[in-house]
């Protein structure tokens, strides 16, 4: 499974985002992240457990990434984007909205045209630090997976608490200024093609209003075996009334 041990690493090429410099700012050493995804790239969170739990601060943070975009600008690297991910959920870490700030500083600085994207599964947007935080960024990049909460405790396995009408209510004090990631896949207890699933996953976007949907599929290995992935065109097709109704669509198998 997939980890990473750096703080700024890549930069990667990303289906969604061209050219991806990634920033994690969860603990090195394993994973941590209050969903289970079956579909996760860095496997289960048992696995990925480790004694060191320490998240990198500010200061630690800013150096690594200057560090890294001083490198990458002498080099003539090209950076579409500066993406949080890595091993979890990013705005886990305590100290997230202090640094989102030092990277709009350092992108304003090394990378004006890039963008910063967040890839985050939207648990945390009812803490208003985080909320502000995310809508400073370019690319707020937010996870619905099912369009209610069986769906998503299958697909997601997330931890106690989790509400799939707080998130929905967080999203829409977005008002439409982010962009709604969701996995399509075909799991023994879900399957994202399913007539009803689509119609009430439909239903939360046309309410959300999102200014751009990614809809993607496995493309990596997965800790859940039983998983069935989706091509393009499957997926074009099931998206095809939103995209009609004039809803911007990114495909990606």
């Given at each position: 499974?997939?980890?990473f ?14 050219s ?11 994973k941590?992240c209050n969903f289970?995804c079956?579909?996760?790239?860095c ?6 457990m480790?004694?060191?739990r320490?998240?990198p601060g500010?200061?630690?943070v800013r150096d690594?990434?200057?560090a ?10 090209a950076i ?14 305590p100290?997230?909205p202090q640094?989102?700030d030092?990277?709009?500083?350092l992108?304003?600085?090394y990378y004006?045209e890039?963008k910063i994207?967040v890839l985050?599964?939207a648990?945390?947007?009812d803490?208003?630090?985080v909320?502000e935080?995310?809508r400073?960024?370019d690319n707020?990049?937010?996870k619905?997976?099912?369009?209610y909460y ?7 396995r997330p931890?106690p608490g ?7 209510a ?5 008002n439409g200024?982010f ?11 879900y399957?994202s093609?399913e007539?009803d699933?689509?119609?009430r996953w439909m239903?939360i976007?046309?309410?959300l ?5 990614m809809?993607y599929?496995?493309?990596r ?6 998983l069935?992935?989706?091509t393009?065109g ?13 809803f911007h669509?990114q495909?990606?198998?």
């Amino acid at each position: 499974m997939l980890h990473f041990n750096d703080i700024a690493f890549g930069p990667i090429f990303s289906r969604r985002l061209g050219s991806s410099l990634g920033v994690n700012i969860l603990p090195a050493e394993g994973k941590l992240c209050n969903f289970d995804c079956i579909y996760c790239e860095c496997g289960w969170n048992r696995d990925g457990m480790a004694a060191n739990r320490r998240f990198p601060g500010c200061t630690e943070v800013r150096d690594a990434l200057s560090a890294k975009l001083e490198q990458c600008a002498a080099d003539g690297t090209a950076i579409d984007s500066i993406t949080f991910s890595g091993n979890g959920e990013p705005t886990l870490n305590p100290e997230f909205p202090q640094i989102t700030d030092v990277a709009v500083e350092l992108r304003d600085r090394y990378y004006p045209e890039a963008k910063i994207s967040v890839l985050s599964n939207a648990t945390m947007i009812d803490r208003e630090e985080v909320f502000e935080a995310l809508r400073k960024t370019d690319n707020p990049i937010l996870k619905i997976d099912a369009p209610y909460y069986d769906g998503i405790a299958s697909v997601n396995r997330p931890s106690p608490g989790y509400s799939l009408e707080k998130v929905i209510a967080g999203l829409k004090r977005f008002n439409g200024n982010f962009i709604l990631q969701t996995m399509f896949l075909r799991s023994p207890e879900y399957d994202s093609s399913e007539e009803d699933n689509l119609k009430r996953w439909m239903d939360i976007v046309r309410y959300l209003s999102p200014r751009e949907v990614m809809v993607y599929t496995i493309d990596r290995e997965t800790p859940e075996k039983d998983l069935v992935k989706f091509t393009a065109g499957q997926m074009t097709e099931m998206v095809r009334p939103l995209v009609e109704e004039g809803f911007h669509i990114q495909v990606r198998g």
